[in-house]
């Protein structure tokens, strides 16, 4: 019964900065690791960054790696995307996610119980 609320796309300017909200609601939220996927028209939802909930420990997808920053505020079942420097290919639907049985940061979709609705977010050149 735990959803996901993401918030804070838009659209900005190449080299503009963007920051992604998720916040979980809804019932008791327990969670391992906290993410964030993208999912651009004809390609598949591909791993952005994941944070674990324990250690704060990130991993960040090669192509966001120094421009993305992920982050969490475990009080309020809340983590962020801090996007700066964006690109025109950083356009897609963001969505968060999160599991809840293990502590490995996966960048595989399927591993992950809990998932946004997604947020748009178009950078124009």
């Known amino acids: 019964q735990v959803q996901l609320v993401e918030s804070g796309g838009g659209l900005v300017q190449a080299g503009g900065s963007l920051r992604l909200s998720c916040a979980a609601s809804?019932?008791?939220?327990?969670?391992?690791?906290m993410a964030w996927f993208r999912q651009a028209p004809g390609n598949e939802r591909e791993f952005v960054a994941g944070i674990s909930w324990s250690d704060g420990t990130t991993y960040y997808a090669d192509s966001v790696t120094d421009r993305f920053t992920i982050s969490r505020h475990n009080a309020k079942n809340t983590w962020y995307l801090q996007m700066n420097s964006l690109k025109p290919e950083d356009t897609a639907v963001y969505y968060c996610?999160?599991?809840?049985?293990?502590?490995?940061?996966?960048?595989?979709?399927?591993?992950?119980?809990?998932w946004g609705q997604g947020t748009q977010v178009t950078v124009s050149s």
């Open positions: 996610a999160a599991e809840d049985h293990t502590e490995e940061i996966r960048v595989a979709a399927g591993l992950y119980n809990y």
């Open positions: 809804g019932g008791t939220f327990s969670a391992y690791v």
